[in-house]
């Protein structure tokens, strides 16, 4: 089986008074192996790898690696310039990662054939699997079925992180199996956009890549493994009842918000986690985000 398939957790990196709240962050890890996610995915879009030094990613990249235990790590490597990708996957593999995720970031548009060309220098310069991270809610770029085709030919390209699939079960499997049509049997597909894994899984994606995951392992691997037993019922109605969760993440401005909110008020990580400018929630939505914690008994 692939590395690239199941649940892979993306964990929030704490921060405090500007540096790295490493214990907190050892402690997500920790909590992530224990419960036994398919994989973790440190310094994705939940791990605010843009707002990171070299030298903060490095260090990120090297505890995952020493307190998963047994778990693949999977690193983000994403960055402006490519050679600052390149650095950074030279210091990932130092760490000794399973997996390589990349993201097109952006501040001038980017163009497919610039986006080709980045993806193509980099299986170049690594023989690291890679994970196509596609996200334009935070990168600002869109990929289309033919570029997805012309990036997974590409040697290491092991998987597609896509964004969520339709609602409607006949068209969400239709939307799966379009891209799995012009991608290589070797690639994975992954969902992403937690609302919509349950509906992704049983289109057919091979994996979810799952913010709440890497907060919340034990609720997203009720419905990853539901899923897995053939027992979809069970996991779509689990989604369905997690719906005042996925309700935050629409109102509130984004999950990294609603996650970070909740990490703190389970105490994993420090009080007002996230990188600044990045203010997190207000007091009222905090209260709100806590009256979902408990009424969905999420703190189990």
């Known amino acids: 089986m692939s590395l690239f398939t199941g649940l892979s957790a993306f964990p929030l990196t704490p921060l405090a008074d500007y540096e790295i709240h490493e214990a907190a962050f050892v402690g997500l890890i920790q909590r992530l192996s224990t419960a036994g996610v398919d994989s973790i995915t440190v310094l994705g879009s939940t791990g605010s790898y ?28 994403g960055a402006l310039r490519t050679s600052q990708i390149l ?70 390209i092991a998987s597609l992180r896509i964004p969520g699939v339709p609602a409607e079960p006949a068209k969400a499997r239709e939307h799966v199996t379009a891209i799995r049509a012009i991608i290589p049997d070797h690639v994975t597909i992954g969902v992403s956009g937690d609302a919509f894994a349950a509906n992704g899984l049983t289109a ?37 009842r997690l719906t005042p969760l996925w309700n935050l993440f629409t109102g509130f401005g984004g999950s990294l918000r609603v996650t970070a909110a909740i990490a703190e008020y389970l105490g994993l990580v420090p009080y007002q986690s996230l ?24 703190s189990r």
């Open 50 to 77: 843009a707002y990171l030094t070299a030298h903060e990613r490095d260090r990120i990249a090297h505890l995952a690696v020493e307190h998963a235990g047994t778990t693949p790590v999977f690193v983000g490597i």
């Open 275 to 298: 990188p600044l400018p990045i203010q997190g929630l207000s007091h009222s939505q905090r209260a709100r985000v806590a009256e979902v914690v408990d009424a969905l008994e999420l």
């Open 204 to 240: 057919g994606c091979d994996a979810w890549y799952s913010v709440i995951g890497g907060t919340l392992p034990d609720l997203a691997l009720a419905i990853t493994r539901a899923i897995q037993q053939h027992r979809n019922d069970d996991a779509l109605q689990e989604a369905q």
């Open 87 to 156: 650095t950074n996957i030279d210091s990932a593999q130092r760490a000794g990662v399973a997996g390589l995720l990349l993201a097109p970031m952006t501040y001038q548009p980017l163009t497919e054939h610039d986006v080709l060309e980045l993806f193509d220098t980099v299986t170049q310069h690594t023989d690291s699997p890679i994970i196509v991270y596609d996200n334009p809610g935070t990168t600002h770029f869109t990929f289309s079925t033919e570029l997805y085709a012309r990036i997974a030919a590409l040697p290491g």
